[in-house]
């Protein structure tokens, strides 16, 4: 029986093999509370839909659906007052739970300043920072974004609310991808600026809040509204279903419009007497097509990724040249 020499070492005694190492294992260390919290809430919401749309195909297929007409409302079950509240609130997760405390927390605990005087420089572990938190927004905006759409693309015509609402329109596509990595931005910017933890996430708390204002009021101006005039107290044609509609007027035959109340007169002697003085004789609607809504949504994620990348240059710049 051989014996071991004395520059064999024992196997209990190896390091064993990290996929990380050096920085981005402290990094990913450093912050595995909240990447285990954000990556379960994303990873047990995208189950959770794909549960809802099975259990919805089910429903569907029991009552004939496509083959029969089936009068079905997503919106009114609980299932999916959950998922919306869900990604609704993760973008609000991301930048004052994530984006916030980033750089904040380590300015704060004196932990940056230890890290800079080791072998490492700022910009090194500013880089391995932002890496984590933007590959973590974009993973987690990937894979809620690819389940909802494949839950609501077939069977939009079940849900109630309309595609440019920010239910369906910051949800689907790539848009939630782009928005949570723009969130997590917004919450480092604020962070780096704020330079104290609590402060940092109270404001990055109070700027979702304005930037979810700002942001409905941008998505409808994403597309380009088109006219529809059609004969006075008839229906729309079937393929306005799926249009949003923006506005609405009444007009003449010279087209001429008017505000939709301009004839709402108390009595209907009254009514007619308008209508018939201002020649009213057809409805016209402003509205966005339902095939605007790809580009609509490609111009939106163009937009927020342009702002990551604003917001990122400013934190380098700023990090690399203000003392930590």
């Not at 209990?12 to 981005?24: F, I, N, S, T």
């Not at 927390?105 to 072998?119: C, I, K, W, Y």
């Not at 596509?173 to 330079?195: E, K, S």
């Not at 979702?208 to 700002?214: F, H, P, R």
Request: charged fraction near 20%; aromatic fraction near 12%.
């Amino acid at each position: 029986m051989s014996t071991p020499t004395l520059t064999e070492t024992p196997t209990a005694l190896r390091p064993r093999r990290r996929l990380l190492r050096g920085l981005p294992w402290l990094i990913v260390r450093q912050h595995r509370t909240a990447l285990a919290c954000v990556l379960g809430i994303a990873v047990l919401g995208t189950l959770w839909i794909v549960y809802q749309r099975y259990e919805m195909v089910q429903f569907l297929e029991t009552r004939g659906w496509p083959e029969k007409e089936v009068r079905y409302a997503v919106d009114d079950s609980r299932g999916y007052g959950y998922i919306s509240s869900l990604l609704a609130s993760l973008p609000l997760i991301l930048a004052v739970f994530l984006g916030a405390p980033l750089i904040a927390g380590d300015r704060e605990n004196g932990t940056a300043q230890l890290v800079t005087t080791q072998s490492v420089t700022r910009r090194q572990w500013l880089i391995a920072k932002l890496g984590l938190a933007y590959t973590l927004a974009l993973v987690c905006g990937l894979m809620l974004s690819a389940a909802f759409t494949w839950w609501w693309q077939p069977h939009r015509s079940f849900f109630l609310s309309q595609w440019v609402e920010g239910r369906i329109f910051d949800n689907t596509g790539p848009v939630l991808p782009a928005l949570l990595l723009f969130m997590t931005a917004a919450g480092i910017t604020i962070g780096v600026l704020m330079r104290r933890l609590v402060p940092a996430m109270a404001v990055a708390l109070a700027f979702t809040g304005v930037s979810a204002y700002v942001w409905d009021e941008i998505r409808l101006r994403l597309g380009t509204t088109q006219m529809f005039t059609y004969p006075k107290d008839t229906e729309l044609p079937a393929r306005f279903d799926e249009a949003y509609e923006v506005d609405r007027w009444v007009g003449n035959a010279q087209g001429d419009l008017f505000g939709w109340g301009t004839c709402a007169e108390a009595t209907e002697k009254a009514q007619n007497a308008c209508i018939e003085k201002h020649g009213i004789i057809n409805d016209v609607i402003e509205y966005l097509d339902y095939d605007q809504m790809a580009a609509m949504q490609w111009t939106a994620a163009g937009l927020l990724l342009a702002g990551t990348v604003l917001l990122t240059g400013f934190v380098l710049w700023r990090v690399s040249r203000r003392p930590l």
